[in-house]
């Protein structure tokens, strides 16, 4: 038999960016010359077609009539060459497929985002993409349908491989937005539902929701309600594969992103910055909606080293990267930021706490992309990073995260406290905790009240974020440098151009080196059609292991820095190994 050929346009519409596999835009025949194409050993994403396999109401193949809906082929096909296939089983709209994978029986009302304008995508191909809202009960019933066939199929043919949950979304103004975020006639009509069962609790005469802020909060729990409805079908019927929802964002997706593809006006560097301050958020970026043609020199480099080698495998519980030649097992994260409301209203006035009290603009300036925002706080010893320091809002502190955050302390822990909101119990126990171990503490006045209590490394900072709120920016800033230094966070200042991106990376050090406690990479990129420079002022327990191969890019080192040129579209990667001072 002659073997097929396959193109390179071919290749990208298969493999559109990161290693995303879709199977359905290609024959059976060719998958596993296609898999075969980009080595072995990678981690193949696998967005499931709903679409695709629903035959008709209540029936659904899984190749029955269609070769291309044989996912145990798929699956085998890619052991087989070595690779780890994932599957993810869409909990939201798709944006890169049509109806957003809505199967077209079902697909009858269009979801709108917060502004009622329809949610709309643009793919590779150009092709124009309508999503379907999620809202809608019969969209609900078929999704249920078909996760039971799915979850049976795979029983029946022994698919061990994982199945996540795709909570699909784009970003915008700094804030993830998932395709859930809908506000069509059917989440309207589904909210008041939502609200008239809380009034139930509310006397006659009053008025609610009481306030724009209350109703925005209303939302956000009619929202995450629907979302784990959605979740817990998947982990009931799925649960010997079910690995849990993963949020994933795509460049070019947002509305302003969408317009400016519509009209020929994006540019890689709105993509590259994008993607830096995506990194900074718990979710992964994709690219796979943006055409090859964007993506090459920088971004091409920043796509692979980013997200390809580092944010994906950590995302999906590896420590180890894709990349046989890197020992990097993720992102560097000085900080861990928590804040369960951290879905916004576009244009709301709401903030996070960690906006309101200043940090988060502080860690943008002193600390920048080496910092991870999360709105969910997973209560695994595993997922723990005591490099880490965790930063939580009091609002959010239960009594199983309370118990989690004394264990992080008593374990040589850092954790930074905001005590506004705090449930008065949890305050109570924290003192009594403090109290009954002996635990030193100093309690000081610095723009607000702090308590600062040590027990071995472990270190516990409470303050007041309410009055820290109120003060100036400058005030805020002020605060922020004088506490971190008292948490002995080491980290190299780095100074850097207006369009210079940058990236740390950790590992351990092995046995060819010396005794290091932790090595990291740092990635320089400059995106900008203009030369840049880059300064490291080197302190003394940071020491310079070797450089990467310059791209369009050269470096000096003296006794006290190093210097770097990049010209447009230069990159570079530096090691360091780092002992304690």
């Not at 050929?5 to 990208?12: N, V, Y």
């Not at 950590?314 to 990097?328: L, P, Q």
């Not at 200043?358 to 723990?384: A, C, M, R």
Request: net charge negative.
């Amino acid at each position: 038999m002659q073997k097929k050929s396959i193109t390179a346009k071919d290749f990208d519409i298969i493999f559109p960016g990161e290693n995303w596999f879709l199977y359905w835009k290609t024959s059976s025949t060719l998958w596993e010359a296609k898999l075969a194409e980009i080595g072995r050993g990678k981690r193949i994403i696998i967005p499931i077609n709903w679409a695709l396999h629903h035959a008709e109401l209540g029936k659904y193949d899984f190749a029955t009539k269609k070769p291309e809906t044989d996912l145990a082929k798929l699956n085998r096909v890619a052991i087989k060459l070595g690779h780890l296939p994932q599957f993810l089983c869409p909990l939201t709209p798709a944006p890169f497929i049509q109806n957003g994978g809505v199967p077209h029986e079902v697909a009858t009302t269009k979801a709108t985002d917060p502004n009622g304008l329809m949610y709309t995508t643009v793919d590779p191909e150009n092709s124009i993409f309508h999503l379907y809202s999620f809202f809608d009960p019969k969209v609900y019933k078929s999704f249920q349908s078909f996760v039971s066939a799915l979850a049976k199929y795979f029983e029946a043919e022994k698919i061990s491989s994982p199945v996540w949950g795709g909570v699909y979304g784009y970003f915008q103004d700094g804030q993830f937005y998932s395709y859930l975020h809908d506000r069509s006639k059917l989440f309207h009509t589904s909210f008041a539902r939502f609200i008239s069962i809380k009034k139930k609790n509310i006397p006659i005469d009053e008025t609610f929701p009481r306030s724009q802020e209350e109703e925005l909060a209303l939302i956000h729990e009619f929202t995450a309600t629907m979302q784990e409805l959605y979740v817990g079908t998947c982990q009931e019927s799925l649960s010997s594969n079910w690995e849990g929802p993963i949020n994933v964002a795509f460049l070019g997706a947002s509305p302003n992103d969408t317009f400016n593809r519509v009209t020929r006006s994006d540019n890689t560097i709105d993509h590259s910055r994008t993607l830096f301050d995506m990194a900074t958020r718990d979710i992964i970026p994709s690219s796979i909606l943006i055409s090859a043609s964007h993506k090459t020199g920088v971004l091409k480099l920043e796509l692979d080293e980013i997200v390809s080698n580092t944010l994906i495998p950590a995302a999906f519980h590896s420590s180890v990267s894709d990349d046989d030649n890197t020992e990097y097992s993720g992102p560097l994260k000085l900080f861990t930021l928590f804040d369960f409301a951290s879905i916004l209203e576009p244009g709301s006035d709401a903030k996070l706490t960690w906006i309101k009290t200043g940090l988060l603009e502080h860690l943008k300036k002193e600390y920048p992309w080496s910092y991870i925002l999360k709105n969910s706080y997973q209560n695994d010893s595993n997922t723990e990073d005591y490099s880490s320091v965790y930063c939580f809002s009091g609002k959010d502190i239960n009594e199983k995260i309370y118990k989690n955050i004394i264990k992080f302390l008593m374990n040589g822990g850092r954790i930074i406290l905001d005590t506004a909101e705090l449930d008065s119990n949890i305050k109570r126990k924290i003192e009594s905790f403090f109290i009954e171990n002996s635990i030193n503490t100093t309690s000081l006045f610095f723009h607000c009240d702090i308590k600062h209590a040590s027990l071995g490394d472990g270190k516990m900072i409470l303050f007041d974020g309410a009055v820290l709120s109120t003060k100036q920016s400058d005030k805020k800033n002020e605060f922020w440098t004088k506490l971190i230094t008292t948490l002995s966070v080491i980290h190299l200042p780095i100074k850097y151009g207006p369009d210079i991106c940058f990236f740390w990376r950790k590992r351990f050090d092995n046995t060819n080196e010396l005794n290091y406690e932790e090595v990291r990479k740092l990635n320089l990129y400059n995106p900008s059609s203009y030369k840049q420079y880059v300064q490291l002022p080197m302190i003394n327990n940071f020491v310079l292991i070797k450089a990467g191969t310059p791209k369009y890019s050269s470096f000096t080192t003296a006794r006290n820095e190093i210097n770097v040129e990049l010209l447009p579209g230069g990159s570079i990667d530096l090691d360091f190994g780092i002992y304690s001072p």
